[in-house]
Structures are given as structure tokens and as C-alpha cells.
């Protein structure tokens, strides 16, 4: 596709639900990256895939917190047994490689944990 | 510990007015220092700054790199009300797995 694209744009759920956020980086890109954004605050790193290498998983929150990444290309955030403070924007983003200039972000979920 | 730090955290001015935002960096093996426009929800790229790129320019807006102070500055000139947005840093490292090392950002609010 011509950026990266996210889905849904908005979820609301209710709190100990499980929730999936979808993620379709730029058509070759090898490195893609989940950020959590709280109102008002900066970009927090979650989780960053590398072509086939093991994900770097050090900014994850918690263990109710997981992501995938299938065929190399599309990735799926996961995040089982909401709670209110997961209620944030999630923004993916892709580089050509990582190290290798700027990230393209997609236009982000906006979680809601009622 | 590496760390990117922006100022001012908000900024209200008036449309014609000029900011300057601020980005100072620690962080081990840079490469590049990025600047981004968040609006909505989706950050977009204004600028990439390396050792060999140290000034960028593209319309009204500019970035200068300062690699002995460690910083940058993004001005703005005759701002308009779309400038509206968080303004975001970032630093690109050449070593670690994850490379990227994000500020809290600047929320610049251009009043008509």
C-alpha cells in the first residue's frame, strides 16, 4: 500500500476483554516498531520487529501485552485483560530497515478501556 | 541513559509570529536526529539531520543541528493556524537493536 495502515481506528472495550490492533506496514519494509501514546504524552516504544530476527520486546508494559508478526509483513498487537490505564493511541510504524532514516506512521488506534 | 528532551512542553503564540522549538539530546552512537508533526493521530516527517545535513529548510519551516551543544532547533516563521500540532524529536542511534529515542514533544497552538 502507499503508508501504513491500522486497524481499528477506534476501539472501545470493556475492562478484562481482550483486544487485537492490526498493523500493514509499507510493502518492504523490514523494520516495524508499536508506540503507545497517553493524552498529552510522548511516544512510548513498545515492541520493534527486524525482518525475521527476534522482536525486541523491552518496552512492553506487562506480560498481558504480546505482538506478532506473520510472513514478515503484517503485525498484530495484542493486549489480553484490559485495564483503563491500557486506554491510549497505538501507533505503528515501518522503516526501510531500521537505523536507516526516518519511520512512516500509520494513522494510529485509539484504545478506550470503560 | 539516553534520553531526548524537548522545550518548551506548549507554546501559544499568534498567527504571523516565529517559534523556535527546542530538542537536546544524551544518547550513545547518534546518527540522526528526526523531526515530526503530530496533528491528529499520525506523526509526520519534516526533517533528517545527520553530520553531513545539518541545516534543512523547506518553506517556512527550518532545522539547524548543533552537534557540539547537542540539539536542535526547528523554527517556524509567520505561523498559521495548521501549524497547530505536537512537534516531535527523535534520535536515530547506529548501534542497539531498537534505535529510536523519542522527546515528549512540543504542543505549539498558533491562535488566529
Known amino acids: 500500500g502507499a503508508g501504513v495502515s491500522q486497524s481499528p481506528s477506534n476501539k472501545v472495550t470493556e475492562k478484562g476483554k481482550d483486544v487485537e490492533l492490526r498493523c500493514d506496514p509499507i510493502s518492504g519494509h523490514t523494520a516495524l516498531y508499536w508506540y503507545r501514546q497517553s493524552l498529552g504524552q510522548g511516544l512510548e516504544f513498545l515492541i520493534y520487529?527486524?525482518?525475521?530476527?527476534?522482536?525486541?520486546k523491552s518496552g512492553l508494559p506487562s506480560d498481558r501485552f504480546s505482538a506478532e508478526r506473520t510472513g514478515g509483513s503484517v503485525s498484530t498487537l495484542t493486549i489480553q485483560r484490559t485495564q483503563q490505564e491500557d486506554s491510549a493511541v497505538y501507533l505503528c510504524?515501518?522503516?526501510?530497515?531500521?537505523?536507516?532514516?526516518?519511520?512512516?506512521f500509520g494513522p494510529g488506534t485509539r484504545l478506550l478501556v470503560l | 541513559e539516553d534520553k531526548v528532551v524537548q522545550s518548551p512542553l506548549s507554546l501559544v503564540v499568534h498567527e504571523g509570529d516565529t517559534v523556535t522549538l527546542n530538542c537536546s539530546y544524551e544518547v550513545t552512537n547518534f546518527r540522526s536526529l528526526l523531526w515530526y508533526k503530530q496533528e491528529k493521530k499520525a506523526p509526520t516527517f519534516l526533517f533528517m539531520l545527520t553530520s553531513s545535513g545539518i541545516e534543512k529548510k523547506s518553506g517556512r519551516l527550518s532545522s539547524i543541528l548543533d552537534k557540539k551543544e547537542l540539539s536542535s532547533i526547528l523554527n517556524i516563521t509567520a505561523t498559521q493556524t495548521g501549524d497547530s500540532a505536537i512537534y516531535l524529536c527523535?534520535?536515530?542511534?547506529?548501534?542497539?537493536?531498537?534505535?529510536?529515542?523519542f522527546g515528549t514533544g512540543t504542543r505549539l497552538k498558533v491562535l488566529a
Open positions: 510504524a515501518s522503516s526501510e530497515t531500521s537505523g536507516r532514516g526516518t519511520q512512516y
Open positions: 520487529f527486524q525482518g525475521n530476527s527476534a522482536p525486541d
Open positions: 527523535a534520535v536515530e542511534k547506529t548501534s542497539g537493536t531498537y534505535k529510536y529515542i
